[in-house]
């Protein structure tokens, strides 16, 4: 039996948080919610996800030092950014860096669904 793609999400709002976990989940895949960034760095079960959804601005780590981080411990997941403040230039840097998109909030839910459907489904 094939088990479902994980999908970590990062996210310091929590109602952000839970909605996008919620629309993960409604998509039969399992969400993997964290408030920092950090915690997501530390978690034992990083090497198994399958994507990364990021809110860009966070309290102490951001989604782009998270970013960094990914990379230089050279792990490859397709990360997807999400943020209230949408910059030219911090949109450059994160697909620069290699993120498959940035979003800003308030994002169309159906553009989430065809980013997470394109990378998890070959």
């Given at each position: 039996m094939n088990k479902a793609p994980r999908i970590a999400i990062v996210d310091d709002d929590k109602s952000c948080r839970m909605a996008l976990g919620s629309l993960?989940?409604?998509l039969g895949y399992k969400p993997c919610l964290f408030s920092r960034a950090q915690d997501l760095l530390?978690?034992?079960e990083i090497d198994d996800m399958d994507c990364l959804i990021s809110d860009?601005?966070?309290p102490g780590m951001d989604g782009l030092e998270l970013q960094r981080n990914l990379v230089e411990a050279?792990?490859?997941?397709?990360i997807l950014?999400?943020?209230?403040y949408?910059?030219?230039?911090?949109?450059?840097?994160?697909?620069a860096a290699g993120a498959e998109g940035v979003l800003a909030k308030p994002y169309n839910a159906q553009v989430v669904i065809d980013f997470i459907e394109r990378i998890v489904k070959p």
């Open positions: 993960v989940r409604s530390a978690s034992p860009v601005q966070m050279g792990r490859s997941i397709p950014f999400i943020t209230a949408p910059k030219e230039s911090v949109r450059q840097r994160a697909l």
